[in-house]
């Protein structure tokens, strides 16, 4: 129904930036969130970002925010993040995700792309 595909992963050293792309295709009028995933070797997932398709409504982890902006470009169907400060701690594969419906499960993964931070 709705394919997403991550990109812009890569090795950085400790506060340097990088901006990951996900962009959607297929029933993209099918979600209305967008979000950012991560997770490290030996550790669950967890919530990074999200943001409301329609009205830009975003929120951010407690360990990103002020660090990490999320955003979008509705006309290329492609949601961004962009991180800066990185720490070693953000060292993870991130995953894009998108749910129906703000509250539902995100249901369509991206198949993740790996950010490494460096000290």
């Known amino acids: 129904q709705v394919q997403l595909v991550a990109s812009g992963g890569g090795l950085v050293q400790a506060g340097g930036s990088l901006r990951l792309s996900c962009a959607a295709s297929?029933?993209?009028?099918?979600?209305?969130?967008m979000g950012w995933f991560r997770q490290a070797p030996g550790k669950e997932r967890e919530f990074v970002a999200d943001?409301?398709?329609?009205?830009?409504?975003?929120n951010y982890a407690d360990s990103v925010k002020g660090r990490f902006t999320i955003s979008k470009d509705n006309a290329k169907n492609t949601v961004y993040l962009q991180m800066n400060g990185l720490k070693p701690e953000d060292t993870a594969v991130y995953y894009c995700?998108?749910?129906?419906?703000?509250?539902?499960?995100?249901?369509?993964w991206g198949q993740g792309t790996q950010v490494t931070v460096s000290s």
């Open positions: 995700a998108a749910a129906s419906y703000v509250g539902a499960a995100y249901t369509y």
């Open positions: 297929g029933r993209t009028f099918s979600y209305a969130v």
């Open positions: 943001i409301n398709i329609y009205d830009g409504h975003t």
